[in-house]
């Protein structure tokens, strides 16, 4: 077999709907149907356009400058886009270098497809801020592909606007695509980086309603590239795997996109206000530490070395016993002293969250677990 489960999808598929307070995922939490006054009455419910509802590319194309809605393909979240621009892109014995850690599919695909992977690593030293520098040092002959993710999942890091430039520069030098995965774009604390796509032939964005607008439920995502190339080619591997999107999900997606800047800001707030809790949270334990997110509504803090004997103990507790929810690192492919924190969820479930963590972590020590 080529493909494997994920390890973080194994996670969340085994425990997400046993769990009572979800402080492991890595959506803003997520609307309902009834908020969103859709009206889905004379909805054909027909293959939709292969390459997405015209609607919706021409509203995503908005949000890349100096393209049109001909160079964006809606997918089925951001996972079917990475498949398809990967699969595209590569053939067995290729060489990708990913940036590590990240959303794990986006290394999963190319390795199940026979590529060499090399990590670009974030570390904590560095604030889990990519070093260009050191990007330029794991390209070789054979290297197709570049995959950054920024703002990052699971650290909640930011490349800066010049390192994204510089990053792009590179792979043009060398004839390699640029896979930039924005997902988080509109959640930055600062300022938003520009979509990645308009800044190169080479560089490819892709980007969901799953996160930021709280909507992994309906499915929908999309790439947007100057390259015709890929585009072609990713509609050629879509029309394999689903054909087309949802109609009812296209729908929704429409809908939600023609109020974008009202679900954004409303997202943007709760994530700020949020972010804050973990951080006076955060200041309050000894037995942790982190690098503050800058974006999103993730971060990725570590049980502290020597404060408890088995990380992975603490987080099976939390799921059984406290009925709470973390990411361990292991579904990262990180050691399980970090783990995933996820702040995108009601308040009320956060300080919940953080409170039971806070136990079961004080309980292990009292046992010297
Ligand atoms: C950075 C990133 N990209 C892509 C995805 C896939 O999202 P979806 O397929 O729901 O759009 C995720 C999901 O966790 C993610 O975190």
Same mark, same amino acid.
């Given at each position: 077999?080529?493909?494997?489960?994920?390890?973080?999808?194994?996670?969340?598929?085994?425990?997400?709907?046993?769990?009572?307070?979800?402080?492991? /995922? #890595?959506?803003?939490? =997520? &609307?309902? *149907? @009834? $908020?969103?006054?859709?009206? +889905?009455?004379?909805?054909?419910?027909?293959? !939709?356009?292969?390459?997405?509802?015209?609607?919706?590319?021409?509203?995503?194309?908005?949000?890349?400058?100096?393209?049109?809605?001909?160079?964006?393909?809606?997918?089925?979240?951001?996972?079917?886009?990475?498949?398809?621009?990967?699969?595209?892109?590569?053939?067995?014995?290729?060489?990708?270098?990913?940036?590590?850690?990240?959303?794990?599919?986006?290394?999963?695909?190319?390795?199940?497809?026979?590529?060499?992977?090399?990590?670009?690593?974030?570390?904590?030293?560095?604030?889990?801020?990519?070093?260009?520098?050191?990007?330029?040092?794991?390209?070789?002959?054979?290297?197709?592909?570049?995959?950054?993710?920024?703002?990052?999942?699971?650290?909640?890091?930011?490349?800066?606007?010049?390192?994204?430039?510089?990053?792009?520069?590179?792979? /043009? #030098?060398?004839?390699? =695509? &640029?896979? *930039? @995965? $924005?997902?988080?774009?509109? +959640?930055?604390?600062?300022?938003?980086?520009? !979509?990645?796509?308009?800044?190169?032939?080479?560089?490819?964005?892709?980007?969901?309603?799953?996160?930021?607008?709280?909507?992994?439920?309906?499915?929908?995502?999309?790439?947007?590239?100057?390259?015709?190339?890929?585009?072609?080619?990713?509609?050629?591997?879509?029309?394999?795997?689903?054909?087309?999107?949802?109609?009812?999900?296209?729908?929704?997606?429409?809908?939600?996109?023609?109020?974008?800047?009202?679900?954004?800001?409303?997202?943007?707030?709760?994530?700020?206000?949020?972010?804050?809790?973990?951080?006076?949270?955060?200041?309050?334990?000894?037995?942790?530490?982190?690098?503050?997110?800058?974006?999103?509504?993730?971060?990725?803090?570590?049980?502290?070395?020597?404060?408890?004997?088995?990380?992975?103990?603490?987080?099976?507790?939390?799921?059984?016993?406290?009925?709470?929810?973390?990411?361990?690192?292991?579904?990262?492919? +990180?050691?399980?002293?970090?783990?995933?924190? !996820?702040?995108?969820?009601?308040?009320?479930?956060?300080?919940?969250?953080?409170?039971?963590?806070?136990?079961?972590?004080?309980?292990?020590?009292?046992?010297?677990?």
């Amino acid at each position: 077999m080529w493909f494997q489960r994920m390890p973080l999808e194994d996670w969340f598929d085994t425990y997400q709907y046993a769990i009572e307070y979800d402080v492991g /995922e #890595s959506a803003v939490k =997520y &609307l309902r *149907f @009834d $908020e969103l006054n859709v009206d +889905l009455d004379t909805l054909p419910l027909r293959y !939709g356009y292969h390459w997405g509802r015209p609607e919706l590319r021409q509203l995503v194309a908005q949000q890349y400058e100096g393209l049109d809605a001909n160079q964006v393909m809606v997918t089925n979240g951001a996972s079917e886009a990475n498949f398809a621009v990967v699969a595209a892109l590569v053939e067995p014995g290729d060489h990708v270098i990913i940036e590590h850690p990240n959303y794990p599919s986006l290394y999963e695909v190319p390795r199940s497809l026979g590529c060499d992977v090399s990590f670009f690593r974030l570390s904590p030293q560095n604030q889990f801020r990519p070093d260009v520098s050191e990007l330029e040092s794991l390209i070789t002959p054979k290297t197709k592909l570049i995959s950054l993710t920024h703002p990052n999942n699971p650290t909640g890091s930011m490349i800066s606007e010049d390192a994204l430039g510089e990053a792009i520069a590179l792979a /043009e #030098s060398h004839g390699v =695509y &640029l896979l *930039f @995965d $924005e997902t988080y774009r509109e +959640l930055a604390f600062g300022k938003r980086l520009p !979509g990645a796509a308009s800044l190169g032939p080479r560089v490819i964005s892709i980007s969901s309603m799953s996160k930021s607008y709280g909507l992994p439920g309906i499915r929908i995502g999309w790439l947007a590239s100057k390259s015709r190339e890929i585009l072609d080619a990713a509609l050629a591997i879509r029309e394999q795997v689903t054909i087309a999107n949802g109609a009812i999900s296209e729908a929704i997606a429409l809908s939600v996109l023609q109020r974008k800047d009202e679900f954004i800001r409303r997202a943007q707030r709760h994530a700020a206000a949020n972010v804050e809790l973990v951080r006076s949270w955060m200041e309050s334990r000894d037995d942790l530490d982190w690098v503050p997110p800058q974006a999103g509504v993730v971060a990725l803090p570590w049980i502290v070395t020597g404060a408890v004997a088995d990380p992975c103990a603490i987080y099976r507790r939390l799921v059984d016993h406290y009925k709470t929810f973390v990411i361990p690192g292991r579904c990262f492919e +990180l050691d399980n002293h970090f783990f995933r924190l !996820g702040y995108g969820g009601t308040t009320d479930e956060l300080l919940q969250g953080l409170e039971r963590i806070g136990r079961a972590l004080d309980e292990a020590r009292a046992r010297r677990m």
